[in-house]
């Protein structure tokens, strides 16, 4: 068993991963991401304390499934050679769900002792690699080719970014990649801010949440060159369906509520 120690805005890694597990063991998974099933088994540490139940983990799993849609539109269009960079990827095996082509390069980026742990439990692959580093910190994006079309894609990390990072860090990725970029993540609104105490990964960990994006037009101001491709409200993507009953009953009577119905959205921008 591998023991992990990890704090604050890492542990919550735990949480997501957990709810794919539990995902992956319901009778009809929303993901199947037996990967995360056998990580969990892998590591030593009490789940419980993720508050993580089976009811909750569709939610957890209909936001990956989401995302990863996104992330095949972005390489079918693209076809041929074409580099994602998952960033945050704590200890999600998206690479896997996905599996492209040996003309994609895929890079993880997350904290160095995440990408230990992620060494630990997965196995290697051709034209993947991991790289150990704050994705706040400059350096690592001269670590991935440009001139290529690029995707980032990040899910559940916007929100651990002050709004002065994720901002730079979008200015950097646009400069960087001049073979036409992407950028695909989800983020809270200033409502799933201020009420983040009820967020389990919150709760569980210990972790602050900063950034919320209220209005996914004012990103195309502060970051020169991207334009908005789509926003979609979580609540009621697609895949939202597949959410418990009692979860979607409570979205169709939230949905008159605009800042409530709009705490999670995926956002999609190009240049
Ligand atoms: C809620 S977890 C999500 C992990 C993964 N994307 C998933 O869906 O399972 C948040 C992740 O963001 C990572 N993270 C937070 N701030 C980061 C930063 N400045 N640089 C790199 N990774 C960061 C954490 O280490 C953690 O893996």
Redesign the pocket.
């Given at each position: 068993m591998l023991r992990v120690q990890?704090t604050e805005?890492?542990?919550?890694?735990?949480?997501?991963?957990y709810?794919?597990a539990l995902d992956a063991r319901a009778t009809r998974p929303v993901l199947g991401d037996t990967m995360a099933s056998e990580a969990v088994n892998a590591i030593d540490f009490d789940f419980a304390t993720t508050h993580i139940t089976p009811r909750m983990a569709p939610t957890?799993a209909v936001?990956?499934k989401f995302?990863d849609d996104w992330v095949r539109e972005f390489l079918r269009e693209h076809q041929g050679e074409a580099t994602v960079v998952?960033?945050?990827?704590?200890?999600?095996t998206?690479v896997w769900r996905i599996d492209p082509g040996p003309e994609v390069t895929w890079f993880d980026?997350?904290?160095p002792?995440?990408i230990e742990i992620r060494r630990a439990l997965f196995p290697e692959r051709p034209g993947y690699h991991m790289i150990g580093?704050?994705?706040?910190?400059e350096g690592w994006l001269d670590r991935i080719p440009d001139g290529r079309p690029t995707l980032a894609v990040?899910?559940?990390?916007s929100?651990?970014?002050t709004a002065r990072?994720g901002v730079t860090l979008l200015r950097r990725i646009t400069d960087r990649f001049n073979g036409g970029t992407t950028i695909a993540f989800d983020a809270f609104n200033r409502l799933a801010i201020r009420t983040q105490k009820m967020n389990p990964?919150v709760r569980m960990s210990g972790?602050t949440l900063h950034w919320s994006v209220d209005h996914p037009r004012d990103l195309v101001r502060d970051v020169p060159g991207l334009r908005l491709r789509d926003a979609v409200v979580a609540l009621t993507a697609p895949g939202s369906e597949l959410l418990p009953r009692g979860t979607r009953v409570l979205s169709s009577a939230l949905r008159p509520f605009r800042p409530i119905r709009q705490m999670s959205r995926y956002l999609r921008y190009e240049r």
């Open positions: 990890l805005a890492r542990e919550t890694l735990l949480v997501t991963l709810g794919r957890v936001r990956a995302i998952h960033l945050g990827a704590g200890l999600d998206r980026v997350d904290f002792e995440v580093a704050s994705v706040t910190d990040a899910e559940g990390l929100m651990y970014l990072e990964a972790a």
